[in-house]
């Protein structure tokens, strides 16, 4: 669901742009007053950083996998906002995913750079700030079963990508993109991504049933019960492992097909690309992305393990930064 520059005009670019700011300047303020990923205080944010940076590298390797959704031509691929938030918190989980989405839009032009903001709203506020606290949160709680947490993650996943695929109609619209009208745009970008999230849902429903039964100290963390430290870095070190071998290997068997956005896109505007409008704001974020994607389209093999790796650093770096920049006033 990663919009290019072409489909947002400079305002709402300005727009969505602030309102990310705000969320993560929320988010950053929000984890260092309650000092955990939002509903744990029991744990220092120096503890919680690595599970952030390593949960950021797996989620960066799966985003990587598109798969065919049968019988439309289109594919998809996992956003992990719920998966974040279950096992960070929301606020970890909105701070770790916007690090992903940030990362790929300037490393591999994956998402133009005026579009960032807008980016990070469609994907991690509504998942983690939005779906996660009002359908994931109420239906999960310590010892409930497979079922009930499949119906979350499920439920959870529909919303989000229901909400982002109305977020970029919406947004669309409001910049003016008459190829894309809005009625016509919504009817193709609300089914393909509600299967998405079906998916997705399911996803997160394994991943969390396997943290639970090999790596407990993680799926502590999404229960919300007390974790043990040297379980917690046998489970930091199984995450990594994980996203070093989704990242490496299986990348090489994503679907070719074009995804949910790109394939609405074609059924309403047809094949040709949308033109960006040629003014200096559009021109400016083009060239900045120029310079600052070295592996434009993810087109080397080392992709996924490069990404996944920039991830921890850009997390763990991030978070000293601010650490030491708080300590100096």
Not at 156 to 183: D, H, K, M, R
Not at 266 to 293: K, L
Request: glycine share 10%; with cysteine; charged share 15%.
């Amino acid at each position: 669901m990663h919009m290019s520059d072409a489909l947002l005009s400079p305002v709402v670019c300005a727009t969505t742009g602030a309102a990310s700011l705000a969320l993560l300047t929320i988010a950053v303020r929000q984890l260092k007053r309650e000092g955990s990923g939002g509903d744990t205080p029991d744990e220092s944010p120096e503890s919680l950083v690595p599970l952030m940076g390593v949960m950021g590298a797996f989620v960066f390797a799966a985003q990587m996998i598109n798969f065919s959704i049968p019988g439309t031509g289109s594919s998809g691929h996992l956003v992990g906002g719920i998966l974040l938030a279950a096992v960070l918190g929301p606020w970890a989980g909105f701070v770790t995913l916007s690090s992903v989405i940030v990362l790929q839009c300037l490393l591999f032009a994956d998402g133009g750079f005026l579009a960032l903001g807008a980016n990070l709203l469609n994907m991690a506020a509504l998942s983690c700030l939005v779906a996660y606290p009002a359908v994931f949160r109420p239906l999960v709680h310590p010892g409930v079963p497979f079922g009930r947490i499949l119906l979350a993650s499920i439920s959870a996943g529909i919303v989000a990508f229901g909400l982002g695929a109305v977020a970029v109609t919406l947004e669309t619209q409001a910049s003016g993109i008459t190829a894309l009208p809005a009625g016509r745009f919504l009817l193709f970008m609300l089914p393909i991504h509600l299967v998405i999230g079906l998916c997705e849902g399911v996803a997160t429903a394994a991943i969390l049933a396997a943290l639970r039964r090999y790596r407990s100290s993680l799926a502590d963390r999404a229960m919300r019960r007390p974790e043990n430290r040297w379980k917690r870095m046998r489970g930091l070190l199984a995450i990594a492992a994980a996203a070093l071998l989704v990242g490496t290997l299986l990348p090489r068997f994503a679907s070719s097909d074009p995804d949910g956005l790109e394939w609405s896109i074609e059924r309403v505007a047809g094949p040709d690309p949308i033109e960006a409008p040629d003014g200096a704001a559009h021109r400016a974020a083009s060239a900045i992305q120029r310079t600052t994607a070295l592996m434009p389209d993810y087109d080397t093999s080392l992709a996924g393990l490069v990404g996944s790796g920039l991830v921890v650093v850009l997390v763990v770096g991030a978070a000293r930064l601010y650490r030491t920049a708080t300590k100096r006033r």
